[in-house]
């Protein structure tokens, strides 16, 4: 197991060789139990592997050795098409993690769309980090239809030079609850990050100029959740629906720091 200070969480890294493995739950490391949350693909990815099979109490899902993790090189500087760095046009693949290189610029429009598509059976994509060198990220780069994202964080390293996400760019990327934008973005396009996760709160930087008619609408939660948009300046430019739940519960609520105004 690979375990991280002041963490509860453990993440499965290796299986025993020969036989039916039982993987639980929980594992004790040092007089310490642990949540098992996570199995990296590097544990299952092993041609010696023939099948997973979950308990009942879980959605099955078999992978075989056809999980991937899609690190892309150093030296790359533009992706158009993600699925032809790893042979996944024929959607035998799932990708499990993915790794963009520091020389990267550009990200295409689609580029990496039904790499991050799921079904609901599919493991999730724990974060995706955008290199501080990328200056542009197309339409729909990362987005998916009918909310099946998998990403459940996006990083923009400090220090990047992204001024504009554009429209659509991580649409209906459903398991995303958090986005740790970096300082320096103005706009963020129409339907940007629409019909992310209910539970998300996101600060937004004073560089923030404009966001785009229902660039965060996302359907709110039976259970009364809902996210929390935190203003770090002022307040920008809101297109229609900008910000808005719907579903279950339509209202929102906003925090604005740096000003006079608080509402719910």
Do not use: C, W
Request: proline share 3%; glycine share 10%; no cysteine.
């Amino acid at each position: 197991y690979s375990i991280t200070s002041n963490s509860d969480d453990a993440t499965l890294i290796a299986v025993g060789a020969n036989g039916s493995k039982k993987i639980n739950s929980s594992a004790t490391i040092k007089g310490k139990t642990y949540n098992v949350t996570n199995i990296d693909s590097s544990s299952i990815n092993s041609g010696s592997v023939d099948k997973i099979q979950n308990a009942s109490t879980f959605t099955p899902y078999t992978p075989t050795n056809n999980t991937v993790d899609l690190n892309i090189p150093e030296g790359i500087t533009t992706v158009s098409d993600a699925r032809t760095l790893y042979g996944a046009g024929n959607g035998n693949y799932v990708v499990s993690s993915i790794s963009l290189p520091e020389t990267l610029q550009t990200i295409d429009n689609f580029a990496f769309g039904d790499v991050t598509q799921g079904n609901g059976i599919l493991p999730d994509i724990p974060k995706l980090t955008i290199p501080k060198s990328v200056t542009s990220i197309g339409q729909g780069a990362f987005s998916v239809n009918e909310s099946n994202g998998r990403v459940q964080e996006i990083d923009f390293e400090a220090g990047s030079k992204l001024k504009d996400i554009q429209d659509t760019a991580f649409y209906g990327q459903s398991e995303l609850t958090k986005i740790n934008f970096a300082d320096g973005v103005e706009t963020i396009g129409d339907y940007a990050f629409n019909d992310h996760n209910a539970s998300m709160n996101v600060d937004i930087p004073s560089s923030v100029k404009s966001i785009g008619t229902h660039a965060f609408t996302y359907q709110t939660s039976a259970t009364g959740t809902r996210t929390s948009y935190n203003f770090k300046g002022a307040m920008p430019t809101l297109g229609a629906n900008a910000l808005d739940g719907y579903g279950y519960d339509s209202r929102m609520n906003v925090i604005f720091y740096d000003s006079d105004i608080t509402a719910n």
